[in-house]
DNA sequence: GCCCTTATGTCAACACCATTGACGCAATGT
DNA sequence: ACATTGCGTCAATGGTGTTGACATAAGGGC
């Protein structure tokens, strides 16, 4: 009935036939449950309703489409990643420690990540995530607009580097194989005729099948800090 | 007949019904149009075999699956970004300038990139690419190991960042406006009580709507500037 | 110039998918 | 006890990728 997410407090509470009682927090449970179970591809609306016990269009009672679902999901991956994170140390540790949270969250539940690192859920988990980071920012010493750039500059790296890694995770595993192999074998086989630098490197080139993470928070942090120590000096 | 890419030379070509004559090139062409002029919704393979005047079918024998057309597609635009590309001034300069390629690249076909861009395409336009990235890294005078290393984290963050804004881009208008907005309305809501440092900022929070890309590779860059210089010295 | 082989385009079918409108049961407030 | 209505169910629509069997025409050998 087109009629979308109940916004206010839900009232009749019906147990579908198979005897469960449906909930927003329950639906989300099971979809986070059945993307890391079996694949990303497991998650539609008719398998959910068939893990649920209910008829896969009472879905659209508690979620306006698939979309408003997916959000739901990815806020409370957000809020599991930074359930009770209290910053140590300076500031430049809190925003090491909040990246390899949120990049650890999104890692844990790859299917999801893959199609929701990228999205602004605009929900409460996200909120207080995004109030934590650029308090951080504000405590290096940069003022209010950089503070936000900067912010957003960091939390858009380390998702992209957690979407990067999950869509790799997220990949059948045939072709993850088949990704990974590639640097250890197309990559080799190309001769340095044409390939030059490839084939000078050759020895190091399974490196391109690892995570580049931690590389590459490092060199921003790093740079971060430089940028700080200009701000204030 | 899932016979899967014809690897050899392809010798007898029948023109389809409506009297084109397939071809791989033809094909990638057709998917990056259409993906282009109606959303990425519109890529699939009956719109494709209709927009190619061939039943959806005949796609198989051009290609194993949905997958392995979409990596082409990817080599083809990594093609495209790169073509001409011959770096100028220092090595840094030209790490700077193959992000913008490979980020402009992606951006101008946002639906593609946001399901491609983290892809090993394993095929000829990323070999080039990645043979001259690496080669930068060289001349800034990394050894081997950090050479790759400094690429891999390289091109990670720039797609990662390219995949971040192509999905934003390619979302539904109406879901784009709302995750836009998200940042000057829902964001701008939130009590001072409860998010004092989003209160703090209030003022500068649409900067988070505007792609971080510039402020990252400015970052990233600069923080490999100074490794460089260590390595050096 | 014919025939044989075979590459490749076409057809039909399968098993999925999201979404919606009508329906009716049962839980709730009176 | 009754009326209201939240919400679970049913059935249907129009999409998707993929496959196997089939037919046809192109090209090579003679």
Redo the contacts between chains.
Sequence with gaps: MTAGRVPVERRRRRPTKAGTVLTEELIVDCALRLAGEHGAEALSVRRLGAALGCDPSALYRYFHDT?DLLLAVADRIIGESMEGFVPEGDWLDGLRAMARRVYAGYSRHPRIA?LA????T?RPHE??A???G??LM?EGGFD??D???????FI??V???A??DA??LALAPE?RG??TR??AD??QA?PSAT????A??R???P??G?S??E??LG??L???E??AAGAAG
Aim: proline share 2%.
């Design positions: 979309d893959a690192a990228y999205r602004v605009r909120f207080r995004v109030d934590t650029i308090g504000l209010e607009a503070a936000v750039r900067n912010y957003a500059a858009d790296t998702l992209g580097h979407a990067l869509a790799h072709r088949a990704d590639a640097w197309a990559y190309l390939h030059p630098r490839l000078q490197v020895g190091q080139l490196l391109m690892e580049s993470f590389t590459a060199l921003f790093a740079a971060l430089v940028r």
